[in-house]
T-cell receptor, first 112, second 115 residues
C-alpha cells in the first residue's frame, strides 16, 4: 500500500548548523502533513504541520517545505542545538485526521 | 493538567496471559488513539475512538480490544499475549474543537515484553 518514508535514517550535525530532515510520501491524495519529535523514552511531540494548499510554513526555528510535484516533505531546523537530538517522524493524512500514517523516523544527532 | 497518562510504564507478560493498559486524559478531548511502536519503526495505529461509546479499528487491531465508557479513559486490552505483541504502546488524544489540526498529545508510553 501507499506509505510515508524517509531518505536518511540518521543525520549527524554540529551544534549551530542548520539541519534538514527529508520525507518522501507516495499517496498523492494526502492533504495534510505533520512533523513529530520523539526524545528517548518519551512519546512523540508535535512540531509543525502543513496543509497541501501551502508549500512552506514556518515556526520557531523550524520550517516545513512541501513539494507536491515530487511528493517530498522536509523539516529544516535552524541553529541546531543539542536539545534537538531526537527521532523525527513525518506523518501524512488523507482527510479527517483519523488515521495518520507515520514514517519510520530519522534520528538527528547533534554534537557540541 | 497532567495531559495523557499511561499505566503501567513497564510490564513483562508470559505467553497467554492477559492484561489491560490504562490511558486517561484530562484535556476533555473526544479523540483518543492507541499506537504501537516496534524498535526502529514508526507508529502503527491499533484502535481509535471519536468519543465515548465509539471505537474503531486501526491498522493492526488483531489481538487487542478497547472500550471507551468515558471521555477520559481509553483502556487497551491484550488477550492471550503473544511474543509479537512485544512493543512500546502509546496512547494519544486530540481535540476536535477550535482550529482543526492533526496534533496528537501522546502519553509517555508503556513498554510491554511478552516472554
Amino acid at each position: 500500500g501507499e506509505s510515508v518514508g524517509l531518505h536518511l535514517p540518521t543525520l549527524s550535525v554540529q551544534e549551530g548548523d542548520n539541519s534538514i530532515i527529508n520525507c518522501a510520501y507516495s499517496n498523492s491524495a494526502s492533504d495534510y502533513f505533520i512533523w513529530y519529535k520523539q526524545e528517548s523514552g518519551k512519546g512523540p511531540q508535535f512540531i509543525i504541520d502543513i496543509r497541501s494548499n501551502m508549500d512552506k510554513r514556518q515556526g520557531q526555528r523550524v520550517t516545513v517545505l512541501l513539494n507536491k510535484t515530487v511528493k517530498h516533505l522536509s523539516l529544516q531546523i535552524a541553529a541546531t542545538q543539542p536539545g534537538d537530538s531526537a527521532v523525527y517522524f513525518c506523518a501524512e493524512n488523507k482527510g479527517g485526521f483519523q488515521k495518520l500514517v507515520f514514517g519510520t523516523g530519522t534520528r538527528l544527532l547533534v554534537s557540541p | 493538567n497532567a495531559g495523557v497518562t499511561q499505566t503501567p510504564k513497564f510490564r513483562i507478560l508470559k505467553i497467554g496471559q492477559s492484561m489491560t493498559l490504562q490511558c486517561t486524559q484530562d484535556m476533555n478531548h473526544n479523540y483518543m488513539y492507541w499506537y504501537r511502536q516496534d524498535p526502529g519503526m514508526g507508529l502503527k495505529l491499533i484502535y481509535y475512538s471519536v468519543g465515548a461509546g465509539i471505537t474503531d479499528k486501526g491498522e493492526v487491531p488483531n489481538g487487542y480490544n478497547v472500550s471507551r465508557s468515558t471521555t477520559e479513559d481509553f483502556p487497551l486490552r491484550l488477550e492471550l499475549a503473544a511474543p509479537s505483541q512485544t512493543s512500546v504502546y502509546f496512547c494519544a488524544s486530540r481535540s476536535d474543537r477550535g482550529r482543526s489540526t492533526g496534533e496528537l498529545f501522546f502519553g509517555e508510553g508503556s513498554r510491554l515484553t511478552v516472554l
